[in-house]
């Protein structure tokens, strides 16, 4: 086919056609919206990520289901409830965050509000993060399996595990079973992972050349990328840049239990690692990164402990940005941000100064080239991901090949 592609304009001018229709989302989101793109304009300026069944059908190009999960934070929730309910979903109830044993069902999910269109049914989902949560980090933290790694920002759609999702047709499950039984929408995806012919399984039976267990970016070269239309979208806002949240950096490990019970609860699965939140008044936009046990420092990677030292030179950096000022203009923490006392993520700024630096820009290249010096060392030890690279499509990012 590709051979063909490359002799024939006329068949890839066609091939690039259906591609755009397949791959519409202003198509898919008009299954809710009826202008797709006013709802994009929100998305955008209020950083909310799509989720869930959607995301994932939108991927497998197969047809919408009746419901809509969304991810945002604290910030752009009032935002996007009022788009929501003044698009014909009204309020139909809370969602209960706890579960029988008052154990909380979700992690860095303060609320979580559903949405009914009394005319054809659909149900939309609101997922609000907690003060310091971050939506792309609730998406890791909280997703079921490697099968629900997949979402939409307002300009791009991204799939964490698209090999296994797509073309093997596997899931790897994330969470312990018999604790998300009482998740009403957590039995609702594994049966829409079902009915799509997707087998839900513990561990990689391949334990030699696990592909899932790792450390992974979100945007790597193991990534689906599908850039989205965004030529009749005018913002008013600038929304979070793309090198952010292809910044994030995650970790999947294999997780045994000692025993098994007979109820199936306790089975071998994967475990998402705990992630870190990296924020400074030196950083316009906040970072999710990896993080690994502490009390063991002889089993850290190299690549977190880095990441360690990246974030006492933004701590550095936060101080000789502060020493800069007039002393009219510190802080009222100052003289604890300097001796150490108050760490950069707790120093509040209500007024920045004029001529106050960002570094940003910075963090992103360093971020990067982590992640490649790590990529370039697992091959050289023999853990090579080349197999489960994406490769470019037709104007559509990458694709698994």
Not at 13 to 17: A, G
Not at 109 to 112: D, H, T, V, Y
Not at 253 to 257: A, L, V
């Given at each position: 086919?590709?051979?063909?592609?490359?002799?024939s304009?006329?068949?890839l001018?066609?091939?690039?056609?259906a591609m755009?229709?397949a791959?519409?989302?202003d198509?898919?989101?008009k299954?809710?919206?009826?202008?797709?793109?006013?709802f994009?304009?929100v998305?955008?300026?209020c950083?909310?990520?799509?989720t869930g069944?959607?995301?994932?059908?939108?991927?497998?190009?197969?047809?919408?289901?009746q419901?809509?999960?969304?991810?945002?934070?604290?910030?752009?929730?009032?935002s996007?409830?009022?788009?929501i309910?003044?698009?014909?979903?009204?309020?139909?109830?809370n969602?209960s965050?706890?579960?029988p044993?008052?154990?909380?069902?979700?992690?860095e999910?303060?609320?979580?509000d559903r949405y009914?269109?009394?005319?054809n049914?659909?149900?939309?989902?609101?997922?609000?993060?907690?003060?310091?949560?971050?939506?792309?980090?609730?998406?890791?933290?909280?997703?079921?399996?490697t099968?629900?790694?997949?979402?939409?920002?307002?300009?791009?759609?991204?799939?964490?595990y698209?090999?296994h999702?797509f073309?093997?047709?596997?899931?790897?499950?994330l969470?312990?079973i018999?604790?998300?039984?009482?998740?009403?929408?957590?039995?609702?995806?594994?049966?829409?992972?079902?009915?799509?012919?997707?087998?839900?399984?513990?561990?990689?039976?391949?334990?030699?050349?696990?592909?899932?267990?790792?450390?992974?970016?979100v945007?790597?070269?193991s990534?689906?990328?599908?850039?989205?239309n965004?030529?009749?979208?005018?913002?008013?806002?600038?929304p979070?840049p793309?090198?952010?949240?292809?910044?994030?950096?995650?970790?999947i490990?294999?997780?045994?239990?000692v025993?098994?019970?007979?109820?199936?609860?306790?089975?071998?699965?994967y475990?998402?690692?705990a992630?870190?939140?990296?924020?400074?008044?030196?950083?316009?936009?906040?970072y999710?990164?990896?993080?690994?046990?502490?009390?063991n420092?002889?089993?850290?990677s190299a690549?977190?402990?880095?990441l360690?030292?990246?974030?006492?030179?933004?701590?550095?950096?936060?101080r000789?940005?502060?020493?800069?000022?007039?002393?009219?203009s510190?802080?009222?923490?100052?003289?604890d941000?300097?001796?150490?006392?108050?760490?950069?993520?707790?120093?509040k700024?209500?007024?920045?100064?004029?001529?106050?630096?960002?570094?940003?820009?910075?963090?992103?290249?360093y971020?990067?080239?982590?992640?490649?010096?790590?990529?370039?060392?697992?091959?050289?030890?023999?853990k090579?991901?080349?197999?489960?690279?994406?490769?470019?499509?037709?104007d559509?990012?990458?694709?698994?090949?």
């Open positions: 086919m590709l051979s063909l592609l490359r002799t304009k006329s068949m001018r066609s091939m690039k056609e755009a229709v791959y519409s989302i198509v898919r989101l299954t809710f919206f009826s202008d797709p793109q006013a994009r304009r998305q955008a300026e950083n909310a990520l799509l069944s959607f995301a994932r059908a939108f991927f497998a190009n197969e047809l919408m289901p419901r809509l999960c969304i991810l945002v934070d604290e910030d752009g929730a009032a996007i409830r009022a788009f309910e003044t698009n014909g979903f009204p309020l139909e109830k969602i965050l706890i579960g044993n008052n154990d909380p069902l979700y992690q999910i303060s609320a979580c009914k269109c009394a005319a049914g659909r149900l939309i989902y609101l997922f609000i993060t907690t003060q310091t949560g971050v939506p792309l980090n609730a998406l890791l933290c909280n997703s079921m399996s099968g629900q790694l997949s979402f939409l920002s307002w300009n791009k759609a991204y799939a964490l698209p090999r999702t073309l093997e047709k596997e899931t790897y499950l969470q312990n018999r604790d998300r039984l009482p998740n009403t929408l957590w039995r609702q995806n594994m049966q829409d992972f079902a009915n799509s012919g997707i087998k839900a399984k513990g561990l990689h039976w391949d334990e030699d050349s696990d592909p899932i267990a790792g450390i992974r970016r945007g790597d070269q990534t689906w990328t599908i850039g989205l965004v030529s009749n979208i005018k913002l008013n806002h600038r979070i793309d090198a952010i949240l292809e910044s994030t950096s995650f970790a490990r294999p997780y045994t239990p025993t098994h019970d007979s109820f199936g609860g306790h089975v071998s699965r475990t998402m690692g992630t870190k939140t990296i924020s400074s008044p030196i950083l316009k936009y906040k999710v990164v990896h993080e690994e046990p502490r009390e420092p002889e089993y850290q690549y977190f402990r880095k360690q030292d990246i974030h006492r030179s933004l701590h550095d950096q936060l000789i940005e502060l020493m800069e000022l007039p002393v009219s510190h802080p009222a923490e100052y003289q941000v300097m001796e150490g006392r108050l760490h950069m993520e707790d120093l700024m209500d007024i920045i100064p004029n001529g106050w630096t960002y570094f940003d820009d910075d963090l992103v290249k971020l990067a080239k982590l992640h490649d010096d790590h990529e370039k060392q697992e091959a050289a030890h023999g090579d991901r080349s197999g489960y690279m994406c490769r470019k499509g037709p559509h990012g990458v694709r698994p090949q």
